[in-house]
């Protein structure tokens, strides 16, 4: 009498298959970072030629079917006017030279803020948008901030102080298609960022949040309080 066969378990090859899948997007996710943090290290001496921000907006305008034009021009740190420089740090990130990438106290307030006002407000340092305006563009998810979290200390130590703020100050949006300190001085007030003065390095630094809707001659009350930031702050 012949024993009846017993139909194969498929079950531990689907644990095989899964593993092995795991183990290839852990291998991909890895060798992504790398180049990411590769990258990082490389805009220590290079000047990146364009960000992900930047593809983006190109995208955005191609896809809607609306004419893009870049101004962008790089310039050198000793050639944005000191009061620029403090302008932005005193508007976007005023513990910037006293954190390493993030602020901590900054971030438990906007919780808190969060929690007892209903409504959110951004902590991101310099650093951390340095990181996303190269890398991730504007858009938010779980595993880009993971990313993120993760770069943010390689940026602080490959590239320290001085040149993440050349970099930030270079990349960041100023309006549609502008780009950097140099082209926001000269299209909004024709001149070089050099010669910029305090308070319209202010209203610049103003309309970072929302530079897509904001405009610095409409930004009075709150160039005005970072002007007062930036005398509390000694510059």
Same mark, same amino acid.
């Given at each position: 009498m012949t024993q009846a066969k017993r139909p194969r378990?498929?079950?531990?090859?689907?644990?095989?298959?899964? *593993?092995?899948?795991?183990?290839?997007?852990?291998?991909?996710?890895?060798?992504?970072?790398?180049?990411?943090?590769?990258?990082?290290?490389?805009v220590r001496w290079i000047n990146p030629p364009f960000t992900a921000v930047q593809i983006e907006r190109r995208v955005e305008a191609w896809i809607h079917k609306k004419p893009y034009h870049k101004h962008c021009a790089f310039v *050198?740190?000793?050639?944005?006017?000191?009061?620029?420089?403090h302008a932005v740090i005193a508007a976007e990130d005023a513990r910037f030279y006293q954190h390493h990438g993030f602020d901590w106290h900054e971030m438990r307030t906007a919780m808190e803020d969060d929690l007892e006002k209903g409504r959110g407000r951004g902590a991101s340092t310099i650093t951390q948008q340095l990181v996303k305006n190269l890398f991730f563009g504007t858009g938010r998810s779980y595993l880009r901030k993971g990313a993120e979290f993760t770069l943010v200390p390689v940026a602080e130590i490959v590239l320290g102080k001085r040149r993440i703020l050349e970099l930030y100050l270079n990349v960041v949006e100023w309006g549609p298609g502008i780009y950097g300190a140099e082209a926001a001085s000269r299209y909004y007030y024709a001149i070089p960022a050099r010669n910029l003065g305090r308070e319209q390095a202010a209203r610049l630094a103003a309309i970072l949040p929302a530079p897509l809707r904001r405009r610095p001659e409409r930004m009075n009350e709150y160039s005005a309080l970072i002007l007062e930031r930036m005398r509390q702050m000694g510059w």
């Open positions: 378990a498929t079950q531990p090859r689907h644990k095989g298959i899964i *593993r092995r899948l795991l183990r290839w997007c852990l291998l991909a996710g890895l060798l992504g970072w790398t180049l990411l943090a590769l990258s990082l290290l490389s *050198r740190l000793d050639r944005i006017a000191p009061d620029f420089q």
